[in-house]
């Protein structure tokens, strides 16, 4: 079956440093990936969607410059949290899918900022 | 762009009835509907899709949702709840010429009382 693997699953780290999160697509080719957080309390915000041989598309309010994205093959992605503050705290979830495939999940890495 | 709406931010029953959490959407095109939920701390666990065919679709754990095109909505049902299901309910919705964006609604906090 198709699954989705996110490491770590949770993480600490110190205001104003860096951390990569990372999801691999197992069972399938993740020719799309797509990258959310939900802050505490919130529902599921888009930041990113990443197709192979496209450019990334960022939402309003997320910036490469904040959230740098790499999808380098079809079944790995990963993101990194740069100069992570309190308000990036929160479960990232990343959604893989193939070509004209339903979108399978991850568990999450699950961010907190101290 | 695709849209989605949960009107109940909480409902409260409690166990043994039946439970409706409410979905509706807007958009032009034809597009996936799923329904998520998330127990507390967790990651995204997937319950039912619909994209065609038999508008009622069944899930897991006895859950069911139902769509309608008049209606725009895609409401989830379950005729017996059990205190395991307190969680929180997303309903997500995809254009099928772009499955890999999700959008996802506000959340539904289902509370089953014993």
């Known amino acids: 079956g198709a699954l989705v693997y996110q490491y770590p699953r949770r993480t600490i780290c110190k205001s104003g440093t860096s951390m990569r999160m990372e999801c691999q697509a197992v069972g399938f080719q993740a020719t799309s990936v797509a990258w959310y957080r939900q802050s505490p309390q919130k529902t599921f915000e888009l930041i990113a969607l990443s197709t192979v041989n496209s450019a990334i598309k960022y939402e309003q309010n997320f910036t490469q410059e904040k959230f740098p994205i790499s999808h380098p093959n079809l079944s790995f992605s990963s993101m990194t949290v740069l100069n992570a503050y309190l308000e990036d705290r929160g479960l990232y979830l990343c959604g893989a899918g193939g070509q004209n495939t339903e979108v399978f999940f991850g568990k999450g890495t699950r961010l907190t900022v101290v | 762009t695709q849209t989605v709406s949960q009107s109940d931010a909480h409902v409260t029953v409690f166990e043994g009835d039946s439970v409706e959490l409410r979905c509706n959407y807007s958009?032009?095109?034809?597009?996936?509907l799923s329904w998520y939920i998330q127990h507390h701390g967790r990651g995204l666990q997937f319950l039912l899709k619909y994209y065609s065919g038999n508008p009622v679709v069944q899930g897991v754990n006895g859950f069911k949702a139902e769509f309608s095109k008049s209606d725009s909505s895609f409401h989830l049902r379950k005729a017996s709840v059990h205190w395991s299901d307190s969680a929180v309910y997303f309903c997500a919705v995809s254009a099928s010429s772009n499955t890999n964006k999700v959008v996802f609604g506000t959340g539904t906090r289902l509370q089953v009382l014993p």
């Open positions: 958009y032009g095109g034809s597009i996936y």
